[in-house]
């Protein structure tokens, strides 16, 4: 049905940035939602950035003035800039998105296969 396949995590030194890309393909109707959650072993889930259709984006208190959420509608992707990365930023990154296929009405949530980023020197 849908697909969405990250890219751009990989291993950082404290202070440097990473660029983290999620598209999204198959029979998309329209989102509702775009965001990135990340976990590291032995914790939940959390939510790091959210972009909704319809209004701005939200995020983390712990990311706040060093992450950027953005999407490109045209391309169905969602990008998360991190700056000023700190080592608890380590954790798998994963994309999610909350959307109705093509023709249906029901809202639907996907998620990405993660995508590790370790921020250490």
């Known amino acids: 049905q849908v697909q969405l396949v990250e890219s751009g995590g990989g291993l950082v030194q404290p202070g440097e940035s990473l660029r983290l890309s999620c598209a999204a393909s198959g029979s998309i109707g329209s989102f509702n939602a775009m965001g990135w959650y990340r976990q590291v072993p032995g914790k939940e889930r959390e939510l790091v950035a959210s972009f909704p259709s319809d209004g701005s984006p939200n995020y983390a208190d712990s990311v706040k003035g060093r992450f950027t959420i953005s999407r490109d509608n045209a391309k169905n992707t969602v990008y998360l800039q991190m700056n000023s990365l700190k080592p608890e930023d380590t954790a798998v990154y994963y994309c999610?998105?909350?959307?109705?296929?093509?023709?249906?009405?029901?809202?639907?949530?996907?998620w990405g296969q993660g995508t590790l980023v370790t921020v250490s020197s």
């Open positions: 999610n998105a909350h959307l109705r296929l093509f023709l249906a009405n029901k809202l639907l949530e996907f």
